[in-house]
């Protein structure tokens, strides 16, 4: 039977895996664990479930095109060859970089590959292109989005991360962030359908455009402070 806090770690990790799953032959039941155990599993269930559209979307674009739902950093920023060795971080889902806790501690060396990074959980802006130590506490794993990430997410009422969501309340919206450079994203609804999402950056801000198909009404704009919001 693992430690309470490896408990907590590995809850963490698989929540950004394909299938989040606590493998073992003992127990892994959340309140075998105590109240951290049971705090965190509940909270990563949430964000699970706030990820789920999109994880079904990248499962379908891995079958599509053989691109791997996990990308090490060599494989997601070829270019970057000062990165290519980092084995402690990852790219999931293509829009978010995770940094898993492998070792006792409630801090973590995260390497950023170049650009600016949001943290998923607060919005706060990383400058990247370096190696940076971060805070860890037991009940969080350091993630971030890239810029102009364009993620489809469910979420509550109360439109924020890992919180539960009550029946019927359910909200489908996208977190953004500005995009230096022109991204699109191919979102799969389901077998047959695909949105198209396009992040363009413009001289005083920048769009966020989505294609036929699109269901999601509420965007929550990381980074961004603006003077004017536009909606066609």
């Known amino acids: 039977k693992p430690t309470n806090e490896v ?16 493998h073992g032959t ?14 965190v599993y509940k909270k990563y269930y949430w964000l699970r479930e706030n990820l789920l559209d999109s994880i079904y979307s990248s499962a379908q674009n891995a079958g599509k095109t053989g691109a791997p739902m996990m990308q090490a950093l060599a494989m997601a920023f070829p270019d970057e060859k000062d990165i290519a060795a980092t084995d402690d971080a990852y790219m999931f889902c293509d829009e978010i970089l995770v940094s898993p806790v492998l070792e006792s501690s409630t801090v973590k060396n995260v390497t950023f590959p170049a650009g600016r990074w949001y943290d ?20 969080t794993v350091p993630a971030y ?3 102009g990430a364009i993620l489809p997410v469910t979420l509550s009422a109360s439109l924020k991360l ?6 019927g309340t359910a909200v489908k919206a996208l977190i953004v962030t500005p995009p230096e450079t022109d991204r699109t994203k191919t979102f799969y609804a389901d077998d047959e359908n695909a949105v198209l999402y396009t992040a363009k950056p413009e001289k005083y801000g920048y769009t966020i455009s ?6 999601a009404a509420t965007v929550l704009a990381y980074g961004t402070d603006p003077a004017a919001v536009t909606v066609d």
């Open 7 to 22: 408990y907590c770690r590995g809850i963490q990790l698989s929540a950004f895996s394909p299938i989040m799953r606590a």
């Open 26 to 39: 003992a127990t892994r039941f959340p309140w075998d664990f105590g109240t951290e155990g049971e705090n």
């Open 120 to 139: 998923l959980y607060s919005g706060a802006i990383v400058s990247g292109g370096s190696t940076q130590s971060v805070s860890a506490p037991l009940d």
């Open 145 to 147: 989005l890239r810029s």
């Open 162 to 167: 890992c919180d539960r969501i009550e029946n």
């Open 210 to 215: 989505a294609g036929e198909g699109n269901n």
